[in-house]
């Protein structure tokens, strides 16, 4: 015990979060006391409130961090290649594979995002998951907007709401796969990977430049 007081805060922090992380993944948020919490972790519920104040700071953490994996996952696929429609299939199977590796971490970043920042209460960690929210929008509407100017994306196209749509659509999409993969499989006679892939070509023709062919 005597050695485990000497670790850093932040290691004690990360014990906590990743135990309530596990709990909320398998009970979800509201089951999940801070008894649970302290148990799994191997704390008594007193040291638990040390570190955090209530379990709405570690899930505020635990949302952070979560965007911030979403954030390092879209900036891996921008960057590795320069060609539009290449690079909305690396957006695509990056957010598939985030979801299979992090998947109470994807729900959680299609959840709400609290923007009440002067709150008295408010979690420090808030603020940072918007701002890293904001910073994946951009890229995102750097993608589009650079796709427009190459002329492979159809111009016209309202940024910020067509960002929302493709979070909204791409997400629900993968989610959708992985809860229905059975019925998918059976009636469609379709893997789940070629489900999504056509669902992710369906949403790509909708942002298309139309070319106009010679009769």
Avoid at 22 to 50: H, R, W
Avoid at 179 to 193: F, G, L, R, V
Avoid at 195 to 215: I, W
């Amino acid at each position: 015990m005597a050695r485990r007081k000497k670790e850093p805060r932040s290691v004690h922090r990360g014990n906590i979060a990743s135990a309530a992380e596990k709990l909320f993944s398998e009970k979800g948020t509201e089951a999940t006391s801070m008894d649970d919490i302290a148990k799994a972790a191997g704390y008594s519920k007193a040291t638990l409130y040390v570190y955090f104040q209530n379990k709405e700071e570690i899930i505020s953490v635990l949302a952070m961090e979560s965007m911030q994996k979403l954030y390092d996952c879209i900036s891996d696929a921008l960057e590795i290649e320069e060609r539009t429609r290449e690079r909305y299939y690396l957006i695509c199977q990056g957010l598939v594979q985030y979801q299979e590796e992090f998947p109470y971490y994807f729900k959680v970043v299609l959840g709400s995002i609290n923007m009440d920042f002067d709150r008295e209460q408010c979690p420090p960690a808030d603020k940072e998951t918007f701002l890293i929210g904001e910073a994946i929008n951009e890229k995102i509407a750097r993608f589009l907007q650079e796709g427009i100017e190459s002329g492979e994306l159809r111009e016209g196209i309202a940024i910020k709401p067509t960002i929302f749509a493709f979070w909204g659509m791409l997400s629900g999409l993968i989610q959708l796969a992985d809860n229905k993969e059975k019925y998918i499989t059976q009636e469609m006679q379709m893997s789940k990977q070629q489900f999504l892939q056509a669902g992710f070509e369906t949403l790509y023709k909708s942002m298309v430049k139309e070319t106009v062919t010679k009769g």
